[in-house]
């Protein structure tokens, strides 16, 4: 079980937490959501739970809940660039569908 970031996303990860001037890492999740039925949820953490499971990935710790990572095991999360747009990419192993919005997804 493992959820991990490309080179590229944790520099751009460290970067913003260093401009932050605080926090542990990301929390990466999913919720219900969209035409698919469920939609990332990524946000800075700067405090654990408890119940959070952690993983490190190019010195970035990336925290989730056991109930998001039967959904998202095996994900790498990358930070593209193209033309205009710049964001992260969720390269998901368990998806089967995505919506063609690309907000959401299905396993």
């Known amino acids: 079980m493992a959820i991990s970031l490309s080179e590229t996303a944790a520099a751009h990860v460290s970067a913003f937490i260093t401009k932050r001037g605080k926090g542990l890492g990301i929390r990466l999740g999913v919720k219900t959501s969209g035409c698919s039925g469920m939609a990332y949820k990524l946000e800075f953490v700067d405090v654990a739970n408890t119940e959070d ?9 990336i925290f989730t809940d056991a109930k998001s990572l039967a959904y998202i095991d095996g994900t790498e999360l990358d930070y593209t660039k193209e033309g205009l747009n710049e964001g992260f990419k969720f ?6 569908n ?9 396993v």
Not at 98 to 105: N, W
Request: glycine share 12%.
């Open 91 to 96: 390269n998901n192993p368990n998806v089967k």
């Open 98 to 106: 995505e919506c063609g919005c690309g907000e959401s997804f299905n």
């Open 53 to 61: 499971l952690a993983f490190q990935s190019h010195g970035v710790t």
